[in-house]
T-cell receptor
Framework: GENVEQHPSTLSVQEGDSAVIKCTYS??????FPWYKQELGKGPQLIID?????GEKKDQRIAVTLNKTAKHFSLHITETQPEDSAVYFC?????????????FGTGTRLTVIP | EPEVTQTPSHQVTQMGQEVILRCVPI?????FYWYRQILGQKVEFLVS????????KSEIFDDQFSVERPDGSNFTLKIRSTKLEDSAMYFC??????????FGPGTRLTVT
């Protein structure tokens, strides 16, 4: 089955700096890559996603890039703010097949230092 | 903004007891899922449900687990005879298509 690896496990940045989280996946059939933000005591919140027919997607301060050849995708957060502090999870699925269960990475704890 | 809701937020049960975790998916969503997260580990897929039947399940989802959509709004996960290793955070999710799954706040299940 699909295996998603995520790095780093923890990341501390100064407020205003950028943060980058990287994930790799193993199954070339995966075609959908969402990112979730999880705050303490809450469920994962979908923040951005990308499908395999697109190389990059941006939404305000967050962007995701996908390299299908290398089977890796990354989350970029610019101008970080203290409220960006949370655990971020990447995931992969084969949504187009109907087998749309998400395979998650191990998570990255992002701390933004004011 | 519509949200997935889950009850209870925390359930404590004794080993061997049956538990039912409840979810109310977003109203116009067609696909429903259960995931679990053991403390400090990855979020793991359990089961997906579409058109009133299971569409996919993981190896974790054995005969002790079952799901049901008893009416037009609720989606439940039943564990027949809980084990210590079932202690985890259980998340319900829903989606309109096979993409963009929205998660509930979770139910923390503690088996003693």
């Amino acid at each position: 089955g699909e295996n998603v690896e995520q790095h780093p496990s923890t990341l501390s940045v100064q407020e205003g700096d950028s943060a980058v989280i990287k994930c790799t996946y193993s199954d070339s059939a995966s075609n959908y890559f969402p990112w979730y933000k999880q705050e303490l005591g809450k469920g994962p919140q979908l923040i951005i996603d990308i499908r395999s027919n697109v190389g990059e997607k941006k939404d305000q301060r967050i962007a995701v890039t996908l390299n299908k050849t290398a089977k890796h995708f990354s989350l970029h957060i610019t101008e970080t703010q203290p409220e960006d502090s949370a655990v971020y999870f990447c995931a992969a699925s084969m949504g187009w097949t109907g087998a749309n269960n998400l395979f998650f990475g191990t998570g990255t704890r992002l701390t933004v230092i004011p | 903004e519509p949200e997935v809701t889950q009850t209870p937020s925390h359930q404590v049960t004794q080993m061997g007891q049956e538990v039912i975790l409840r979810c109310v998916p977003i109203s116009n969503h067609l696909y429903f899922y259960w995931y679990r997260q053991i403390l400090g580990q990855k979020v793991e897929f359990l089961v997906s449900f579409y058109n009133n039947e299971i569409s996919e399940k993981s190896e974790i989802f054995d005969d002790q687990f079952s799901v049901e959509r008893p009416d037009g709004s609720n989606f439940t996960l039943k564990i027949r005879s809980t084990k210590l290793e079932d202690s985890a955070m259980y998340f319900c999710a829903s989606s309109t298509t096979t993409y963009e799954q929205y998660f509930g706040p979770g139910t923390r299940l503690t088996v003693t």
